[in-house]
């Protein structure tokens, strides 16, 4: 079987422990550890997800070109035993629901070797998180998928040292990332956008305003 992984996926497969064992939490379709599998990355790979119907997909798509996987429904990494795989894959949700699956169980969570993390949303807030519950970033990437950049965070347990940004990984800074500079563009764009339409907007906006200019100038500032 010949897989093509988006840029997203590949940076995600990227970062996988190779010659481990490994977890795709919320496999939807299956492609990355059918990636792991064929590429003989991992020798092992377990694809879980809490509905059905994704998990379905992900076996036939398994099923269709022989290639043998465990398959396993239930929410996050409650399905897994501690320690059961290196690394654990938890790519395309929303960061709060990133969060509440590790936060369920800590001690769990800390078992793997490596986390994979791919955050639609709350991003800033779920790499806070990470540093204040006992996690350490071991690597950082921007990639592309569409029109969208994606930031894709490998952590494993450990003191993550200074305290993390909010508005910025500086992970990202010290890696100098070649999508950097347009990611930043980006974020300052729609701090411009937010600011004009509180400013149009009828009601009385002036904290939210200035907390707003305050963040778009320390983005400006890092663009320096």
């Known amino acids: 079987m010949r897989i093509k992984l988006s840029e997203r996926m590949q940076t995600i497969s990227d970062m996988v422990i ?26 092992r790979v377990i694809l879980t997800d809490i509905a059905d119907g994704p998990l379905q997909r992900a076996e036939d798509l398994f099923e269709r070109n022989d290639i043998a996987a465990e398959f396993r429904l239930g929410a996050g990494i409650e399905v897994l035993e501690p320690g059961e795989v290196s690394t654990v894959i ?8 990133i969060m509440d ?7 769990k969570s800390h078992s793997y070797k490596r986390l994979i993390l791919q955050p639609r949303t709350f991003i800033g ?3 806070v998180w990470l540093s204040e519950n006992g996690f350490r970033f071991t690597d ?17 347990t450990g003191d993550s040292g200074e305290p993390e940004n909010i508005l910025f990984s500086r992970f990202l ?18 701090k411009e956008n937010v600011i004009k339409q509180l400013g149009n907007s009828k009601e009385e906006n ?19």
């Open 18 to 43: 190779p010659g481990e064992a490994a977890a795709d939490v919320g496999t939807d379709h299956g492609y990355i550890p059918a990636y792991l599998l064929t590429k003989e990355i991992c020798p």
């Open 90 to 97: 938890i790519a395309g949700m929303g960061g709060e629901t």
């Open 101 to 107: 699956i590790l936060g369920k169980d800590l001690k």
């Open 125 to 127: 807030e779920l790499r």
């Open 140 to 156: 950082y990437a921007l990639c592309r998928e569409r029109k969208l950049i994606n930031e894709v965070m490998a952590v494993e």
């Open 173 to 190: 800074l010290d890696k100098g990332d070649p999508l950097l500079c347009e990611y930043l563009d980006r974020m300052i764009a729609i």
């Open 206 to 224: 002036g904290e939210l305003i200035e907390r707003f200019k305050k963040e778009k100038e320390y983005l400006e500032s890092i663009k320096k």
